[in-house]
C-alpha cells in the first residue's frame, strides 16, 4: 500500500520566479492538505483540497494556490517567490471518515536564491 | 484562533528510560481531536498517538501514552522504555472537531529528543 508521495524530493529556486510541487496522496484517501515548515518551526497550514476544490485556507497570501485532479492527486504552485518562501513544504492526506488522521509525506525542500 | 504550545524546546533520556513532553493548547471548542507527531531526520512525520477531546481514558499505542487534562488543556506524551529510534522532532498538534477549523492541524514549534545509549 503506497503511503503519501511527493515531488520532488529538493528544488532550488530564484526570487521571482514560479514553481509547482506535486503530492498523490494514500491509496483510499480523497482529500488532500498542504502545509510549510520553515526552519526550526512546526507546520503551517496552507490550505486543503477536496472534490477538486479548495475546502479551507489558511494565512497564506493568493501567490500560494493549488489543484486537485479527479484521481485526487495535488498541486502546489507558489508565484514570484520571495526568499522567506524557502521551506519544507509537506503534504498530507486523509478521508472524511477516517477520524480525520492526515498521513504525511516526506515533503519538498524548497530553497529560494 | 487556536494555539498550541510545547515549552520544553529540547529533551534527553537515557536508552530504556521514561520521558514525558509537555504540551498545552488554547481552545474555546468543547469537541476536538489532539496528537502527537514524530518527525525523524528523515522529515517524514510519522503519526504517533491520537486523542479524542469526548473521551476521559488516555489513549496509549504500545510504548507511548497520554496525559490528557481538559480543564487544564494538557495533552502531555509519555514515551516509556526509550529507544534509539525514538530520537527526533516530536509536535504535537490540534484539530477542531467540526466547522471552520475541523480541516486543518494547528501544530506547535515541537520538542527535539535526544536518545542516550
Known amino acids: 500500500d503506497a503511503g503519501v508521495t511527493q515531488s520532488p524530493t529538493h528544488l532550488i529556486k530564484t526570487r521571482g520566479q514560479q514553481v509547482t510541487l506535486r503530492c498523490s496522496p494514500k491509496?483510499?484517501?480523497?482529500?488532500v492538505s498542504w502545509y510549510q515548515q520553515a526552519l526550526g518551526q512546526g507546520p503551517q497550514f496552507i490550505f486543503q483540497?477536496?472534490?477538486?476544490?479548495?475546502?479551507q485556507r489558511g494565512n497564506f497570501p493568493d501567490r500560494f494556490s493549488g489543484h486537485q485532479f479527479p484521481n485526487y492527486s495535488s498541486e502546489l504552485n507558489v508565484n514570484a517567490l520571495l526568499l522567506g518562501d524557502s521551506a519544507l513544504y509537506l503534504c498530507?492526506?486523509?478521508?472524511?471518515?477516517?477520524?480525520?488522521?492526515?498521513?504525511f509525506g516526506p515533503g519538498t525542500r524548497l530553497t529560494v536564491t | 484562533a487556536q494555539t498550541v504550545t510545547q515549552s520544553q524546546p529540547e529533551m534527553s533520556v537515557q536508552e530504556a528510560e521514561t520521558v514525558t513532553l509537555s504540551c498545552t493548547y488554547d481552545t474555546s471548542e468543547s469537541d476536538y481531536y489532539l496528537f502527537w507527531y514524530k518527525q525523524p531526520p528523515s522529515r517524514q512525520m510519522i503519526l504517533v498517538i491520537r486523542q479524542e477531546a469526548y473521551k476521559q481514558q488516555n489513549a496509549t499505542e504500545n510504548r507511548f501514552s497520554v496525559n490528557f487534562q481538559k480543564a487544564a488543556k494538557s495533552f502531555s506524551l509519555k514515551i516509556s522504555d526509550s529507544q534509539l529510534g525514538d530520537a527526533a522532532m516530536y509536535f504535537c498538534?490540534?484539530?477542531?472537531?467540526?466547522?471552520?477549523?475541523?480541516?486543518?492541524?494547528?501544530f506547535g514549534k515541537g520538542t527535539k529528543l535526544s536518545v542516550i545509549p
Open positions: 498530507a492526506s486523509s478521508f472524511p471518515s477516517g477520524g480525520y488522521e492526515q498521513y
Open positions: 498538534a490540534y484539530q477542531a472537531y467540526s466547522g471552520a477549523g475541523s480541516y486543518q492541524l494547528t
Open positions: 491509496s483510499g484517501h480523497d482529500t
Open positions: 483540497y477536496y472534490e477538486e476544490e479548495e475546502r
